[in-house]
Protein backbone atom coordinates (compact mmCIF):
# COMPACT_ATOMS: atom_id res chain seq x y z
CA UNK A 1 0.00 0.00 0.00
CA UNK A 2 2.95 2.19 0.91
CA UNK A 3 4.64 1.98 -2.60
CA UNK A 4 1.55 2.53 -4.48
CA UNK A 5 0.72 5.77 -2.81
CA UNK A 6 4.02 7.19 -3.00
CA UNK A 7 5.02 5.62 -6.61
CA UNK A 8 1.73 5.33 -8.54
CA UNK A 9 -0.84 7.90 -6.81
CA UNK A 10 -0.02 10.99 -8.03
CA UNK A 11 0.92 9.75 -12.03
CA UNK A 12 -2.93 8.01 -11.52
CA UNK A 13 -4.59 11.33 -10.04
CA UNK A 14 -2.90 13.35 -12.83
CA UNK A 15 -4.43 10.74 -15.60
CA UNK A 16 -7.53 10.82 -14.09
CA UNK A 17 -7.45 14.63 -13.87
CA UNK A 18 -6.57 14.73 -17.31
CA UNK A 19 -9.71 12.86 -18.73
CA UNK A 20 -11.86 14.86 -16.69
CA UNK A 21 -10.49 18.54 -17.32
CA UNK A 22 -8.00 18.31 -19.96
CA UNK A 23 -5.73 21.23 -19.85
CA UNK A 24 -6.88 24.12 -21.71
CA UNK A 25 -5.76 27.71 -19.96
CA UNK A 26 -8.34 29.15 -17.82
CA UNK A 27 -8.72 32.50 -16.75
CA UNK A 28 -8.53 31.36 -12.63
CA UNK A 29 -5.55 29.80 -13.34
CA UNK A 30 -3.72 32.64 -14.80
CA UNK A 31 -4.16 31.22 -18.21
CA UNK A 32 -2.67 28.43 -17.18
CA UNK A 33 -4.48 24.51 -17.53
CA UNK A 34 -5.44 22.54 -14.79
CA UNK A 35 -2.36 19.93 -15.68
CA UNK A 36 -0.20 22.46 -15.43
CA UNK A 37 -0.83 23.56 -11.77
CA UNK A 38 -1.34 20.03 -10.67
CA UNK A 39 2.04 18.40 -11.58
CA UNK A 40 3.77 20.66 -8.70
CA UNK A 41 0.76 20.35 -6.26
CA UNK A 42 0.52 16.38 -6.63
CA UNK A 43 4.25 16.14 -5.59
CA UNK A 44 2.93 18.01 -2.26
CA UNK A 45 0.32 14.51 -2.46
CA UNK A 46 3.19 12.26 -2.54
CA UNK A 47 6.10 14.11 -0.16
CA UNK A 48 2.73 14.34 2.74
CA UNK A 49 1.75 11.13 2.06
CA UNK A 50 5.20 9.57 2.83
CA UNK A 51 5.88 11.91 5.84
CA UNK A 52 2.67 11.59 7.67
CA UNK A 53 2.30 7.85 7.01
CA UNK A 54 4.74 5.84 5.74
CA UNK A 55 7.66 7.34 7.78
CA UNK A 56 5.78 6.76 10.90
CA UNK A 57 4.06 4.15 10.84
CA UNK A 58 6.90 1.96 10.02
CA UNK A 59 8.88 3.17 12.92
CA UNK A 60 6.13 3.23 15.50
CA UNK A 61 5.97 -0.32 14.83
CA UNK A 62 9.37 -1.17 14.90
CA UNK A 63 9.23 0.45 18.01
CA UNK A 64 6.36 -1.76 19.18
CA UNK A 65 8.54 -4.74 17.57
CA UNK A 66 11.40 -3.98 19.66
CA UNK A 67 13.43 -3.36 16.78
CA UNK A 68 14.38 0.28 17.70
CA UNK A 69 15.13 -0.82 21.12
CA UNK A 70 17.94 -3.04 20.25
CA UNK A 71 19.58 0.18 17.74
CA UNK A 72 19.87 2.28 20.78
CA UNK A 73 21.79 -1.19 22.53
CA UNK A 74 24.08 -0.89 19.95
CA UNK A 75 27.02 1.96 19.25
CA UNK A 76 24.84 3.31 16.21
CA UNK A 77 24.43 6.76 16.95
CA UNK A 78 20.78 7.96 16.69
CA UNK A 79 21.70 10.93 14.33
CA UNK A 80 22.90 7.62 11.88
CA UNK A 81 20.00 5.64 12.17
CA UNK A 82 17.52 8.68 11.51
CA UNK A 83 19.44 9.18 8.05
CA UNK A 84 19.29 5.75 7.34
CA UNK A 85 15.59 5.50 8.03
CA UNK A 86 15.03 8.20 5.94
CA UNK A 87 16.68 7.11 2.78
CA UNK A 88 14.61 4.51 1.72
CA UNK A 89 11.73 6.59 1.86
CA UNK A 90 13.02 9.98 0.03
CA UNK A 91 14.45 7.16 -2.37
CA UNK A 92 10.74 5.90 -3.09
CA UNK A 93 9.29 9.22 -3.45
CA UNK A 94 11.72 11.21 -5.18
CA UNK A 95 11.04 8.08 -7.68
CA UNK A 96 7.56 8.44 -7.57
CA UNK A 97 8.21 12.73 -8.35
CA UNK A 98 9.85 11.48 -11.28
CA UNK A 99 7.30 9.56 -12.66
CA UNK A 100 5.18 12.03 -12.16
CA UNK A 101 7.21 14.73 -13.74
CA UNK A 102 7.71 12.34 -16.75
CA UNK A 103 4.10 11.67 -17.07
CA UNK A 104 3.01 15.40 -17.52
CA UNK A 105 5.51 16.70 -18.96
CA UNK A 106 6.31 13.99 -22.07
CA UNK A 107 2.41 12.84 -21.97
CA UNK A 108 0.45 15.83 -21.36
CA UNK A 109 2.88 18.56 -22.33
CA UNK A 110 2.49 20.71 -18.71
CA UNK A 111 4.13 23.87 -18.75
CA UNK A 112 7.51 23.81 -16.77
CA UNK A 113 9.79 27.62 -17.07
CA UNK A 114 11.52 26.81 -13.56
CA UNK A 115 15.10 25.87 -13.12
CA UNK A 116 15.08 21.94 -12.21
CA UNK A 117 17.95 22.93 -9.46
CA UNK A 118 15.13 25.00 -7.76
CA UNK A 119 13.13 22.44 -7.97
CA UNK A 120 15.10 19.70 -6.72
CA UNK A 121 16.25 21.44 -3.97
CA UNK A 122 12.27 22.34 -2.87
CA UNK A 123 11.41 18.92 -2.90
CA UNK A 124 14.32 18.02 -0.60
CA UNK A 125 13.59 20.55 1.71
CA UNK A 126 10.03 19.88 1.71
CA UNK A 127 10.23 16.41 2.38
CA UNK A 128 12.38 16.93 4.89
CA UNK A 129 10.41 19.04 6.75
CA UNK A 130 7.52 16.93 6.49
CA UNK A 131 9.72 13.49 7.48
CA UNK A 132 9.92 15.65 10.80
CA UNK A 133 6.52 16.02 10.86
CA UNK A 134 6.15 12.49 10.83
CA UNK A 135 8.85 11.68 13.76
CA UNK A 136 6.84 14.49 15.45
CA UNK A 137 4.07 11.77 15.93
CA UNK A 138 6.06 8.64 16.68
CA UNK A 139 7.56 10.68 19.62
CA UNK A 140 3.93 12.18 20.70
CA UNK A 141 1.89 9.22 20.28
CA UNK A 142 2.00 5.86 22.35
CA UNK A 143 1.43 3.23 19.51
CA UNK A 144 1.63 2.84 15.51
CA UNK A 145 -2.11 2.20 15.63
CA UNK A 146 -2.68 5.86 17.01
CA UNK A 147 0.54 6.96 15.12
CA UNK A 148 -1.70 5.66 11.80
CA UNK A 149 -4.95 6.72 12.79
CA UNK A 150 -3.16 10.50 13.86
CA UNK A 151 -1.20 10.79 10.98
CA UNK A 152 -4.56 9.89 8.06
CA UNK A 153 -6.70 12.10 9.95
CA UNK A 154 -3.94 15.46 9.30
CA UNK A 155 -3.13 13.97 5.83
CA UNK A 156 -6.41 13.78 4.48
CA UNK A 157 -7.71 17.56 5.63
CA UNK A 158 -4.15 18.76 4.15
CA UNK A 159 -4.86 17.11 0.83
CA UNK A 160 -8.01 18.74 0.12
CA UNK A 161 -7.84 21.88 1.80
CA UNK A 162 -4.24 23.15 0.96
CA UNK A 163 -4.37 22.93 -2.71
CA UNK A 164 -3.04 19.89 -3.24
CA UNK A 165 -5.47 17.97 -4.70
CA UNK A 166 -8.25 21.40 -5.22
CA UNK A 167 -6.54 24.01 -6.39
CA UNK A 168 -6.29 26.48 -3.59
CA UNK A 169 -7.90 29.26 -6.74
CA UNK A 170 -11.57 27.11 -6.15
CA UNK A 171 -11.32 26.75 -3.07
CA UNK A 172 -13.41 29.32 -0.47
CA UNK A 173 -11.80 32.50 1.14
CA UNK A 174 -12.58 30.82 4.70
CA UNK A 175 -10.88 27.52 3.48
CA UNK A 176 -7.94 29.65 2.29
CA UNK A 177 -7.33 31.10 5.36
CA UNK A 178 -7.44 28.52 7.76
CA UNK A 179 -5.29 26.18 5.06
CA UNK A 180 -2.73 28.74 6.07
CA UNK A 181 -1.59 26.48 9.01
CA UNK A 182 -1.53 23.90 6.93
CA UNK A 183 2.66 23.49 6.19
CA UNK A 184 1.38 21.63 3.29
CA UNK A 185 -0.09 24.51 2.04
CA UNK A 186 3.18 26.11 1.92
CA UNK A 187 4.79 23.14 0.26
CA UNK A 188 2.23 23.49 -2.30
CA UNK A 189 2.91 27.43 -2.62
CA UNK A 190 6.22 26.87 -3.29
CA UNK A 191 6.80 23.89 -5.37
CA UNK A 192 4.16 26.10 -7.53
CA UNK A 193 6.08 29.52 -7.63
CA UNK A 194 9.52 27.86 -8.53
CA UNK A 195 7.93 25.34 -10.88
CA UNK A 196 6.96 28.33 -12.68
CA UNK A 197 10.42 30.29 -12.35
CA UNK A 198 9.58 32.40 -9.27
CA UNK A 199 12.30 33.60 -7.23
CA UNK A 200 13.16 31.89 -3.79
CA UNK A 201 12.73 35.59 -2.26
CA UNK A 202 9.28 35.66 -3.72
CA UNK A 203 8.44 32.88 -1.50
CA UNK A 204 10.52 33.85 2.11
CA UNK A 205 7.32 33.40 3.83
CA UNK A 206 6.97 29.75 2.53
CA UNK A 207 10.43 28.99 3.26
CA UNK A 208 10.68 30.67 6.74
CA UNK A 209 7.20 28.91 7.93
CA UNK A 210 8.42 25.64 7.13
CA UNK A 211 11.78 25.92 8.38
CA UNK A 212 10.47 26.96 11.85
CA UNK A 213 8.11 23.61 11.23
CA UNK A 214 11.96 21.75 10.60
CA UNK A 215 13.65 23.60 14.05
CA UNK A 216 10.41 23.24 15.98
CA UNK A 217 9.75 19.47 15.21
CA UNK A 218 13.40 18.81 16.03
CA UNK A 219 13.33 20.25 19.23
CA UNK A 220 10.18 18.16 20.30
CA UNK A 221 11.99 14.90 18.69
CA UNK A 222 15.08 15.10 20.94
CA UNK A 223 12.35 15.87 23.73
CA UNK A 224 9.89 13.07 23.03
CA UNK A 225 11.20 10.49 21.17
CA UNK A 226 11.47 6.88 22.82
CA UNK A 227 13.40 3.98 21.32
CA UNK A 228 11.03 1.00 22.99
Known amino acids: MSVFFTLLFGPLLLIMFGFIFGNEPQAIFGGLGHLDISVPSYTAVIIGITGLTTLPITTATRRENGVLRRFAASPLRPLTYFLADMLAPFVVTTVGILLLFLLGITVYHVRFDGSWLNIILAVCFSTLTLFVFGYVLVGLLPTARAVMIVGNVLIIPMNVFSGALIPLEVLPDAVRRVSTF ?47
Open 182 to 228: FPLTHVVTLLRGLWFAESWSAHLHEVAILLGVFVVGVVIIVRTFRWE
